[in-house]
């Protein structure tokens, strides 16, 4: 679980980006001091010990030399890849559409929800607690996740990335942003009634502890109140293409297809 930074510890977080600019424009010997903080607040990050609030003010700080803000970024100028986020409720057919844009169009499909199921398998030290977050329908700390994600996008030589399932609330998407230092080119959003996601996901047969009515009500929830608001950050941001995800899979996908067709950025 979270915990929350100390009080007495709240001032220093909230003038912290002063101290760091502070810091940068005295010279060498304080931008050690900088980027020695900078690196133990990802590790904080990581291990879910600080939450969004006090994220936002610990974070979005660091000014480099040239004056341009500072991320904790794993990928080099020339390797950042093309990042789609696939969005959508549970049981819309994100998985479906990814594997069929996977192939029609070369990107890697990482599913977060998969590279979580996959964690419960391994018996790793966070199988136990990923397991009951997800027969509950609520959500892993972000540090979980994205290490999961970064794991399987450092490994993978491709530079085009499906990321279906993820982020999945507002801390999420400012810690992806936050440690990698890069935000997705674009979202796809599968806007789908709820009565043709509970009848999708009943009938998705494939043992899943929380494919069951109850965790489904929970999971429909979680997703209005906190998936909901990261697709309209990046409705704000003009990154989202809302696909209408009634009808069949091939017609679901030739609307997707058209975005995939137009986009010029995708190499
Ligand atoms: N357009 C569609 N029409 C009917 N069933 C679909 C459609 N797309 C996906 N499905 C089925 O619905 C279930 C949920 O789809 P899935 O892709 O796993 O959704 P998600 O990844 O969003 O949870 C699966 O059994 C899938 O075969
Ligand atoms: O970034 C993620 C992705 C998934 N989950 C958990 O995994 C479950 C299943 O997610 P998945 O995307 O596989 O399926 P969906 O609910 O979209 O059908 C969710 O309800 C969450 O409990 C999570 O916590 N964080």
């Known amino acids: 679980m979270s915990m929350l930074i100390p009080d007495p510890l709240e001032p220093f977080l909230i003038f912290h980006p002063w101290l760091l600019n502070l810091a940068f424009a005295c010279g060498a010997r304080f931008r050690e001091f900088a980027v020695t903080t900078f690196f133990f607040e990802v590790f904080l990050i990581e291990q879910d010990l600080i939450q969004a609030p006090y994220r936002l003010n610990f974070l979005g700080i660091l000014s480099t030399e040239n004056g341009t803000p500072a991320t904790i970024g794993f990928f080099s100028k020339e390797k950042t890849p093309f990042i789609a986020f696939v969005l959508g409720g549970p049981g819309s057919g994100k998985g479906t559409q990814c594997a069929k844009i996977a192939e029609a169009f070369g990107f890697t499909h990482l599913s977060a929800g998969d590279l979580l199921r996959k964690e419960i398998s391994s018996n790793s030290e966070n199988g136990a607690m990923i397991l009951a977050t997800i027969t509950e329908g609520k959500i892993v700390p972000s540090g979980v ?28 998407r400012i810690a992806f942003e936050r440690i990698t230092g890069v935000e ?13 996601m509970v009848k999708r996901v009943l009938g998705r047969k494939q043992g899943r502890v ?36 009634v ?14 067709d137009d986009c010029k950025m995708i190499k």
């Open 145 to 172: 996740t994205i290490k999961l994600i970064r794991r399987e996008m450092e490994s993978i030589e491709n530079n085009k990335f499906l990321i279906d399932g993820f982020p999945r609330s507002e801390e999420n």
């Open 247 to 260: 009808g069949t899979i091939d017609e679901v996908f030739e609307k997707v297809r058209q975005v995939f």
């Open 184 to 196: 997705p080119n674009i979202v796809l959003f599968f806007d789908c009634p709820e009565d043709e």
């Open 210 to 245: 929380d494919d069951n009515i109850d965790t489904i009500k929970k999971r429909l929830k979680v997703f209005a109140a906190l998936n909901l608001p990261v697709i309209n950050h990046y409705t704000r941001r003009g990154k989202v293409y809302k696909i209408n995800a």
